[in-house]
T-cell receptor, first 113, second 116 residues
Framework: DTGVSQDPRHKITKRGQNVTFRCDPI?????LYWYRQTLGQGPEFLTY????????KSRLLSDRFSAERPKGSFSTLEIQRTEQGDSAMYLC???????????FGEGSRLTVL | AQTVTQSQPEMSVQEAETVTLSCTYD???????LFWYKQPPSRQMILVIR??????QNATENRFSVNFQKAAKSFSLKISDSQLGDAAMYFC?????????????FGKGTKLSVIP
C-alpha cells in the first residue's frame, strides 16, 4: 500500500498521559499536514511541513502539542499531559506540490479518559 | 478569516437519483480553490472534485459536478445516478492562494445516505 499510513489507529489514554502519533506520507511527497477532527465537525488545520521544516502552526496547537518531521520523511505528533478535550481524530495528509491534491490517511483516534 | 458553511447536516437520496449538497463560503480573496471531499465510514478522506476560482467553467468528474457561483460565494455538489458507494460524509473546503495557502478550511460536513 503506497498511501498515507498512520499509527496507531486507536489510542485510549488517561488524562495527564503523553501520547505520540506517527504518520508515514506517500514517499515522494515533500509536504505533510496534520489536521484534527472532532465529532460532528470538519477537520481543523494544525500544522504543515515542507520537507523537515515546520512552516506553519495553528493557534489550535498549544504548547502541549509538538510535531516533528526528521529527515523530511515520517512525522510524529506528540501530545503531552493529555486533556479530555484532546479526544479527537488526528488526520495526516501529504501532497507533492503546494497546490496539489492532499492525500489523507485513515487517522488516529484518540480517546482521553 | 475564511469560513465554510454546509447548511445540510444530513441528506438522503434514492439510488440512481440525483442529489445536490450545498456549500457557501466567506472570503475577501479573489483567487482561491474550492474542494469537495468524501469521507466514508472508517475510511480516509478522498478528493471528489476541485474548482479554481478564476475558472468560470464548472468542474465535472464523471457523475460529480459543481455549481460554482463566485458572486454568491456558493459551491454546490451535484451527484448524478447515485450509487450505494456514494454514502459518506461530504466536506466542502476552501484554500486561498498565495501566502498562508497551506491550510484547508472545512465545513462541518453533510452526511449522505443512499437508499436502495
Amino acid at each position: 500500500d503506497t498511501g498515507v499510513s498512520q499509527d496507531p489507529r486507536h489510542k485510549i489514554t488517561k488524562r495527564g498521559q503523553n501520547v505520540t502519533f506517527r504518520c508515514d506520507p506517500i514517499s515522494e511527497h515533500n509536504r505533510l499536514y496534520w489536521y484534527r477532527q472532532t465529532l460532528g465537525q470538519g477537520p481543523e488545520f494544525l500544522t504543515y511541513f515542507q520537507n523537515e521544516a515546520q512552516l506553519e502552526k495553528s493557534r489550535l496547537l498549544s504548547d502541549r502539542f509538538s510535531a516533528e518531521r526528521p529527515k523530511g520523511s515520517f512525522s510524529t505528533l506528540e501530545i503531552q499531559r493529555t486533556e479530555q478535550g484532546d479526544s479527537a481524530m488526528y488526520l495526516c495528509a501529504s501532497s507533492l506540490a503546494l497546490t496539489g491534491e492532499l492525500f489523507f490517511g485513515e487517522g488516529s483516534r484518540l480517546t482521553v479518559l | 478569516a475564511q469560513t465554510v458553511t454546509q447548511s445540510q447536516p444530513e441528506m438522503s437520496v434514492q439510488e440512481a437519483e440525483t442529489v445536490t449538497l450545498s456549500c457557501t463560503y466567506d472570503t475577501s480573496e479573489s483567487d482561491y480553490y474550492l474542494f469537495w471531499y468524501k469521507q466514508p465510514p472508517s475510511r480516509q478522506m478522498i478528493l471528489v472534485i476541485r474548482q479554481e476560482a478564476y475558472k468560470q467553467q464548472n468542474a465535472t468528474e464523471n457523475r460529480f459536478s459543481v455549481n460554482f457561483q463566485k458572486a454568491a460565494k456558493s459551491f454546490s455538489l451535484k451527484i448524478s445516478d447515485s450509487q450505494l458507494g456514494d454514502a459518506a460524509m461530504y466536506f466542502c473546503a476552501y484554500r486561498r492562494q498565495g501566502a498562508g495557502s497551506y491550510q484547508l478550511t472545512f465545513g462541518k460536513g453533510t452526511k449522505l445516505s443512499v437508499i436502495p
